[in-house]
Antibody
Framework: QVTLKESGPTLVKPTQTLTLTCTFSGFSLSTSGVAVGWIRQPPGKALEWLALIYWDDDKRYSPSLKSRLTITKDTSENQVVLTMTNMDPVDTATYYC????????????WGQGTMVTVSS | QSVLTQPPSVSAAPGQKVTISCSGSSSNFGDNFVSWYQQFPGTAPKLLIYDNNKRPSGIPDRFSGSKSGTSATLDITGLQTGDEADYYCGTWDSSLSAGEFGGGTKLTVL
């Protein structure tokens, strides 16, 4: 059974760096065709695709946020970490990590999400 | 503002059929598959459709998807009150090398 769970701070101050960890089980990020992505959703708004890391360490970022995002993986720990620099109140959102199946070209399993508020 | 365009809301009566559209461009829909997600308030999205028209195990055949050119549609037949949710389309943009989601459509079953 594939599961993912996000963890990190619930509150960050403006200009700080956010670090979120996605801990997963039921699959390995060293398996060909597997990827893990991050998606966020501001309160009452739409989903926003953020970043994706593949089994071969290839990485993709949202063009509009690329300068602020870094995605990394720790295959031995079954974790994917997303860092976002220079946080702003507009970054307040629920952040989800999800398993991406390369063949399906879709996020087939999602974590429960973690709410992050940016406020001084 | 989302690159993929969806109607903000749709509505229909129980038992009826509803169609949700998703409009893109050649850089995203051209060579890439479309997926659809269902999201209830306060919960994570759930994959409904992948590869334009395939359903994951456990998804009823009342849900179907299609893609033609730079548009995709999600059809829901035999509407139930339990189908009331937000629906999002998603795809890959080959020119941006990044994924994209639509703005979401709120389905109301009257």
């Amino acid at each position: 059974q594939v599961t993912l769970k996000e963890s990190g701070p619930t509150l960050v101050k403006p200009t700080q760096t956010l670090t979120l960890t996605c801990t997963f089980s039921g699959f390995s990020l060293s398996t060909s065709g597997v990827a893990v992505g991050w998606i966020r959703q501001p309160p009452g708004k739409a989903l926003e695709w953020l970043a994706l890391i593949y089994w071969d360490d290839d990485k993709r970022y949202s063009p509009s946020l690329k300068s602020r995002l870094t995605i990394t993986k720790d295959t031995s720990e079954n974790q994917v970490v997303l860092t976002m620099t220079n946080m702003d109140p507009v970054d307040t959102a629920t952040y989800y990590c999800a398993h991406f199946d390369w063949l399906l070209e879709a996020f087939d399993i999602w974590g429960q999400g973690t709410m992050v508020t940016v406020s001084s | 503002q989302s690159v993929l365009t969806q109607p903000p809301s749709v509505s229909a009566a129980p038992g009826q059929k509803v169609t949700i559209s998703c409009s893109g461009s050649s850089s995203n829909f051209g060579d890439n598959f479309v997926s659809w997600y269902q999201q209830f308030p306060g919960t994570a999205p759930k994959l409904l459709i992948y590869d334009n028209n395939k359903r994951p195990s456990g998804i009823p055949d009342r849900f179907s998807g299609s893609k033609s050119g730079t548009s995709a549609t999600l059809d829901i037949t035999g509407l139930q009150t339990g189908d009331e949710a937000d629906y999002y389309c998603g795809t890959w943009d080959s020119s941006l090398s990044a994924g994209e989601f639509g703005g979401g459509t709120k389905l109301t079953v009257l």
